[in-house]
């Protein structure tokens, strides 16, 4: 059974940091690309970053490229989030996407940006 276990999310100010963690387990992690998709409350899932399954290849929206970095350890099948300069319009349900035989979800980490 495939799962994804995000952590690490939480209340920061504006230009703080946060480092999210994805844990996954159930498929061989390091055949798949993996991303992370944000849905602040009240508007549509929107894609944030993008790594290969090898980690040589990450892909940034626009939105938050330079400042945020996406890594995987694939000996530990996690996927990481780093993310400096926070925003208040960064706040969202930060999840962990795994796109395979069909698409899976973790449950959500919530981060907040706000003084």
């Known amino acids: 059974e495939v799962q994804l276990v995000e952590s690490g999310g939480g209340l920061v100010q504006p230009g703080g940091s946060l480092r999210l963690s994805c844990a996954a387990s159930?498929?061989?992690?390091?055949?798949?690309?993996m991303s992370w998709v944000r849905q602040a409350l009240g508007k549509g899932l929107e894609w944030v970053s993008a790594i290969s399954w090898n980690g040589a290849r990450t892909y940034y929206s626009e939105s938050i490229k330079g400042r945020f970095t996406i890594s995987r350890d694939n000996a530990e099948n996690t996927i990481l989030l780093q993310m400096h300069s926070l925003k208040s319009e960064d706040t969202a349900v930060y999840y962990c996407?795994?796109?395979?035989?069909?698409?899976?979800w973790g449950q959500g980490t919530q981060v907040t940006v706000s003084s």
């Open positions: 159930g498929f061989t992690f390091d055949d798949y690309a």
């Open positions: 996407y795994l796109g395979a035989w069909q698409d899976y």
